[in-house]
C-alpha cells in the first residue's frame, strides 16, 4: 500500500497537479515526517513549495518556512549561475568555442516554469576534446581552478571520465568541463 506521503509527493510533483486538499487534509504528523524526508532526499523542495504554498494552512510552518527558503535560496543561486553561465559562453565565444549547456542548467531556464525550481550543484558545459585546454584556460582567467588532487587521479580523469571539475575560487560554484557524454 502507497503511503500518504508517497502518495502526496508523486500528486505534486506533477507538472499540472490536481486539488491537493485531500491528499494535504489526509496527512498526519509521522506522514509529514516522511514526507519531508523524502523531498529532502530527492532535493525537490523547490518544486514542493511551488505545488503547496496556497496549502499552507495544512502545513506545519517549520516545514513551509524551510521549503520556502530553499525555494527563494535556489531562484537567487540560479540566477547567479545562469548570469556566470552567460559570461562563461561569451569568453568561450571568443575563442570560437561554442559549448552545449548539459543537465540542469539547460533544463532550468527552458523545462521549468522558473529557474527557482531546478535545485542543481554545478554547471555542465559539453566541449570538443581538443578544444578542453583553451576552454580550461578560459575558466581559469575567471577564477576557476583544479581543486587539489593527485597526478594518478587526473590522469584517470583525462582517460577515464571525460570531464573537469572547476570550482570558482570566490563564489565556490563549480563548473564541470566535459568532453564526453557517456564516460
Known amino acids: 500500500m502507497i503511503s500518504n506521503a508517497v502518495r502526496l509527493i508523486q500528486t505534486a510533483l506533477q507538472a499540472a497537479p490536481p486539488d491537493l486538499t485531500p491528499l494535504v487534509a489526509a496527512m498526519q504528523p509521522a506522514d509529514w515526517a516522511d514526507f519531508a524526508a523524502l523531498v529532502e532526499y530527492h532535493e525537490v ?28 535560496l535556489t531562484a537567487v543561486r540560479n540566477d547567479a549561475r545562469l548570469s556566470e553561465l ?27 516554469a522558473s529557474i527557482a525550481l531546478r535545485a542543481m550543484g554545478d554547471t555542465d558545459l559539453l566541449v570538443r576534446r581538443r578544444d578542453v585546454a583553451v576552454a580550461w584556460a578560459v575558466l581559469s582567467a575567471r577564477g576557476y581552478l583544479v581543486p587539489p588532487a593527485s597526478a594518478r587521479y587526473w590522469h584517470l580523469q583525462f582517460r577515464n571520465a571525460g570531464e573537469l571539475r572547476l570550482i570558482q575560487r570566490h563564489t565556490k560554484a563549480m563548473v564541470e568541463l566535459h568532453w564526453w557524454l557517456c564516460a
Open 45 to 72: 523542495a523547490p518544486l514542493i513549495w511551488a505545488s503547496l504554498r496556497s496549502y499552507q494552512r495544512y502545513l506545519s510552518p517549520a516545514y513551509a518556512l524551510h521549503w520556502k527558503e530553499r525555494y527563494y
Open 86 to 112: 552567460h559570461a562563461i559562453c561569451r569568453d568561450l565565444a571568443g575563442q570560437d568555442i561554442r559549448p552545449i549547456v548539459l543537465k540542469g542548467m539547460a533544463l532550468a531556464p527552458t523545462v521549468y
